[in-house]
């Protein structure tokens, strides 16, 4: 499992990142993009007067305020690298041009880092924090294998030695959850279980939506008459109570007993479904396609499954979450973990056509 922070630093952060960030509702006519000084700022306006400091616009922002404009990201991507001036004019010229239909701007330190529906529902970090850790601490023995919170995405990686078992003679894991949340409009609030396989330290997310709760950032309107008003969440205290009520049980589920055993015993059968051999190259370049892994992931798969010498789907789906250690980015790593559980429990009927094609390729 990919290192990450502490528990305690990740706290920090989050609760520093509470005090620092602010969330309005406003008008897209009233936003102004500026690129006077040749890099794209975000510019609130009421009357001509600004309401806050230029702000600089993270890569999310940017990518949602393209779409809301209908603006291809290829194309605005290209304006924002070499013509920030036509990339203003352009996103100015459809602010104008739009509906008038408010959307939230999320900010922090300085800068927008989201531009979302006014029906978004801000599930913040700090909540679910505050929601799990006392769980958390009731499971004797648990401990905080890997933490991150990154510009777009928080995760907490609990493992609890409580439930362990044996998916081989000596190849001992251990049962765990995986918390993770958005603030940004990239993901949904996720609780899934999480084994933690010892011998090589590897994490596996299990995605499965039947062992997991999700719960997406979407609810009622939020309206003002202003222009540019700062966002509050009173009138949606009732639904978050309830919500975090609902987080509390799912991450004591996703410790589950005879949860853990369910997914155990999926393990288990992973380890008698054979990969053929003829060609293994070949084989795991059609496993990467149809999991959507880049030629770089695949050749590093590829790798660890040779290091292994596990030749079972079992092996595969280790050799995918050994890799995700490997990667840089926290977020891909930990999108790799899901990918292994995927892998190891592809239909029977996929890992015959797997076997077949990577056979005739030889």
Do not use: C, I, V, Y
């Given at each position: 499992m990919k290192a990450g922070l502490t528990i305690t630093e990740m706290a920090q952060e989050i609760e520093r990142q509470a005090g620092a960030k602010e969330d309005f509702l406003v008008n897209p006519r009233a936003l102004e993009m500026d690129a006077t000084g040749g890099k794209?700022?975000?510019r609130v306006l009421d009357g001509g007067v600004d309401q806050t400091e230029p702000l600089d616009i993270q890569e999310t922002a940017h990518r949602q305020m393209g779409a809301h404009l209908g603006i291809p990201w290829r194309y605005y991507e290209k304006m924002l690298q070499e013509e920030p001036g036509l990339l203003a004019h352009n996103v100015n010229h459809w602010l104008r041009r739009g509906e008038p239909a408010q959307r939230m701007l999320?900010?922090?330190d300085g800068?927008?880092?989201a531009f979302l529906s006014n029906r978004y529902w801000p599930i913040d970090n700090l909540e679910i924090v505050a929601t799990v850790l006392p769980i958390i601490m009731d499971m004797q023995g648990a401990r905080f294998e890997s933490c991150q919170i990154t510009e777009d995405n928080m995760y907490i990686k609990v493992v609890n030695p409580r439930l362990t078992g044996e998916v081989r003679v000596g190849d001992i894991v251990q049962s765990g959850v995986a918390i993770s949340n958005s603030e940004t409009g990239q993901g949904s609030v996720n609780v899934q279980p999480l084994v933690y396989r010892l011998v090589c330290l590897n994490g596996m997310v299990v995605n499965d939506s039947r062992a997991g709760t999700r719960?997406?950032?979407v609810n009622r309107a939020?309206?003002?008459?202003e222009n540019f008003a700062l966002y509050s969440k009173e009138t949606l205290e009732a639904?978050?109570?309830?919500?975090m009520l609902k987080l509390q049980d799912s991450v004591k589920a996703a410790v589950d007993e005879a949860r853990f055993a369910k997914v155990l015993d999926t393990?288990?059968?992973s380890t008698e479904a054979k990969l053929d051999t003829t060609d293994i190259p070949a084989l795991v370049k059609l496993t990467s396609s149809n999991f959507s892994l880049t030629?770089?992931?695949?050749?590093g798969v590829l790798q660890h499954l040779l290091e292994g010498a596990d030749y079972t789907l079992y092996g595969l789906a280790n050799a995918v979450t050994r890799y995700s250690q490997d990667v840089e980015s926290y977020e891909r790593a930990t999108e790799l973990e899901t990918i292994g559980y995927s892998v190891m429990t592809m239909s029977p009927a996929m890992l015959r056509q797997i076997n077949q094609a990577s056979a005739m390729a030889a």
């Open positions: 794209p700022m975000l999320r900010t922090l800068k927008a880092r719960r997406n950032h939020n309206n003002t008459d639904d978050s109570k309830a919500f393990m288990r059968k030629d770089a992931e695949g050749k």
